[in-house]
């Protein structure tokens, strides 16, 4: 069983920037990691997920160029850097780490794909 703690959601200002991080209870190093956002009354939404090796990462079009995600596998810590927010980005942003080790595909973009999720920050980007 994983616990995922998620941090660093915040109130900012549009073209402003947050660092989210997501702290794995247990060892995660062979297992995809992903962040996803929601809105109430919305879908959840897929923004970003990187492989075991990192080499494989996956992003939302509506966060290319924008958004960086990273891991540190030593830390169990998986990390988005967001910058130039918008408004449109506001949401809860929940951390998941993936059922199948070594998943590399772009399947990796598909909730089906994880099997553990942490409780969200939440970012508002507000005027």
């Known amino acids: 069983q994983v616990q995922l703690v998620e941090s660093g959601g915040g109130s900012v200002q549009p073209g402003d920037s947050l660092r989210l991080s997501c702290a794995a209870s247990?060892?995660?190093?062979?297992?995809?990691m992903a962040w996803f956002r929601q809105v109430p009354g919305k879908e959840r939404e897929f923004v970003a997920a990187?492989?075991?090796?990192?080499?494989?990462?996956y992003y939302a079009e509506s966060v290319k160029g924008r958004f960086t995600i990273s891991r540190d596998n030593v830390n169990n810590t998986v990390y988005l850097q967001m910058n130039n927010l918008k408004p449109e980005d506001t949401a809860v942003y929940l951390c998941?780490?993936?059922?199948?080790?070594?998943?590399?595909?772009?399947?990796?973009?598909?909730?089906?794909?994880?099997?553990?999720w942490g409780q969200g920050t939440q970012v508002t980007v507000s005027s």
């Open positions: 247990s060892t995660v190093s062979r297992y995809p």
């Open positions: 998941a780490c993936g059922k199948t080790p070594f998943t590399s595909t772009t399947t990796l973009q598909t909730r089906r794909e994880y099997g553990y």
């Open positions: 990187i492989n075991y090796s990192s080499r494989n990462k």
